[in-house]
């Protein structure tokens, strides 16, 4: 079955850049998502890429593909303290129509 | 800025009661998602739609029952709530590419 895989947490300082890492096990996944959720929230869509594309970038934020390897990143330029969130990996398999399979959700710390 | 609501925001009640979490969303969407969030923050499919009249089960065995006789409604019910249902409920909607989710409901059932 399909199945998503995320380091649980990073704890970094504030100005460095954050990187997050995610694996997916399907490889017919059509787009792959990041999401964000601070504390008492609901998710908030960060970005997504399609599956035939290796890199997205949007203002502090760039995704990287390796469909090789079924691996996704997302990179947080000058990480602030606001910043501070859990952040979930998603995908959509080709053959789950458009629901959402989700990672665990990585917990991201900004010290000051 | 997308715009979808979830009523009650946190609800407290006692065992056997029948609740309704109410969902709604401005956007036209056809597609809609309920999630059940675990205290390890993982996130279930619980029940899904993609129109009016069309209800699926998700992935995540749920005893809560959901319904959608209008776009912009799908509202979630559980008829007798235990302990075991305390979680937190989240619900979506999408039309294409981008799913957006509301702010959540926490459950907890004494």
């Known amino acids: 079955g399909e199945d998503v895989e995320q380091s649980l947490f990073l704890s970094v300082r504030e100005g460095d850049s954050s990187v997050i890492n995610c694996t997916y096990t399907d490889s017919s996944s059509t787009y792959l998502y990041w999401y964000k959720q601070e504390p008492g929230a609901g998710l908030q869509l960060l970005t997504y890429i399609f599956s035939n594309m290796d890199m997205k970038q949007d203002q502090r934020l760039t995704v990287l593909l390796n469909k090789k390897d079924k691996h996704l990143s997302l990179r947080i330029a000058d990480t602030q303290t606001g910043d501070s969130a859990i952040y979930f990996c998603a995908e959509i398999p080709a053959v789950a129509g458009t629901a959402l399979i989700f990672g665990k959700g990585t917990t991201l710390s900004v010290s000051s | 800025e997308a715009d979808i609501y979830q009523t009650p925001r946190y609800l407290v009640i006692g065992t056997g009661k029948k609740i309704t979490l109410e969902c709604s969303q401005t956007m036209g969407h056809d597609k809609m998602y309920w999630y059940q969030q675990d205290p390890g923050m993982e996130l279930h499919l619980i029940h899904y739609?993609?129109?009016?009249?069309?209800?699926e089960k998700g992935d995540l065995s749920s005893e809560s029952t959901v319904s959608r006789i209008r776009t912009e409604h799908f509202p979630l019910t559980l008829e007798s709530a235990r302990p075991s249902h305390t979680s937190q409920y989240l619900c979506?909607?999408?039309?294409?590419?981008?799913?957006?989710f509301g702010p959540g409901t926490r459950l907890t059932v004494l």
């Open positions: 739609s993609y129109g009016v009249n069309s209800t």
């Open positions: 979506a909607s999408s039309e294409l590419i981008e799913q957006f």
